[in-house]
């Protein structure tokens, strides 16, 4: 069932929505090589605290960090660690969930630490486009099926895969509310896109085959084939006349 939020659930959405953002600015500006995954968990529950919210993923079926932090190969889900240090050239995915008084908002974003080889900078930013491909298809009366279509479409006509497993949501109250919405699928099939519904659209993109699997910690997702994936994620609030995004910063590209 779709939950259609009234104005007071996306203005609370929107304060968790605005912690999300600062926390992606301040890891941009800190990021760089010999930091480990931890510290960028400690900077999101810094900033998460600062904007009176908590970490909606820590204790999510026992997951046990503030923050999702998936390094080249991993895809999604990886739990950040002391004794894990970036190192130039990777990739980083940091996927982050605030509450604010009940309410959340969910974004991802896959930072580079130093310069990327030209492989992984294009991976980055194909990633980043499909998100943005498939949100010029979030108009009211398009269906779910057109985001997924099209999110698909220019990924693979880029070369890439998308992942099966996980898809994008509906959020608010709960972190994962209908409805699914997968990064594949058919044009004009699926639920209908309405004003008043909360949207995270996340291409998840692998640079060789679509084959995942789970790290023995339960959790971390990676390729099977070890080559390089990216995420990129934003929640998206259906307007009656398109969209707005609640989880970029000002000045952010
Ligand atoms: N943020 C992820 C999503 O996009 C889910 C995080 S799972 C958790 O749906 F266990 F870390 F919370
Ligand atoms: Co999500």
């Not at 929107?14 to 931890?38: C, D, H, L, N, S």
């Not at 999604?76 to 990777?90: R, T």
């Not at 997924?148 to 070369?159: I, K, P």
Request: charged share 25%; aromatic share 8%.
């Amino acid at each position: 069932m779709v939950i259609i939020k009234s104005e007071r659930e996306i203005e609370l959405m929107k304060k968790a929505g605005y912690a999300v953002a600062q926390a992606f600015k301040v890891i941009g500006e800190k990021i760089r090589p010999g930091m480990t995954t931890m510290d960028v968990d400690s900077i999101v529950e810094q900033i998460f605290a600062a904007n009176g919210c908590t970490s909606a993923e820590k204790g999510y079926y026992g997951y046990p960090a503030n923050a999702c932090v998936s390094v080249n190969e991993e895809l999604v889900h990886g739990i950040p660690s002391k004794s894990k240090f970036l190192k130039e050239g990777d990739i980083v995915s940091v996927d982050l969930v605030a509450n604010y008084k009940g309410y959340m908002a969910d974004a991802c974003r896959t930072f580079a630490v130093g310069k990327l080889s030209p492989n992984a900078a294009r991976l980055v930013k194909v990633t980043k486009d499909a998100f943005f491909e498939g949100l010029k298809q979030v108009v009211v009366g398009n269906t779910i099926g057109d985001i997924s279509h099209a999110v698909q479409t220019f990924v693979e006509s880029n070369g890439y895969n998308v992942a099966r497993e996980y898809t994008g949501h509906g959020i608010g109250a709960n972190m994962h509310e209908d409805p699914s919405i997968p990064n594949f699928g058919k044009a004009g099939t699926g639920v209908l896109i309405r004003p008043g519904m909360t949207l995270c659209i996340e291409p998840m993109v692998m640079e060789g085959k679509k084959d995942l699997r789970v790290l023995p910690d339960g959790w971390t997702a990676v390729s099977r084939d070890k080559k390089l994936t990216a995420h990129y994620e934003n929640t998206v609030v259906v307007t009656s006349n398109g969209y707005e995004i609640i989880t970029m910063y000002e000045g952010e590209e």
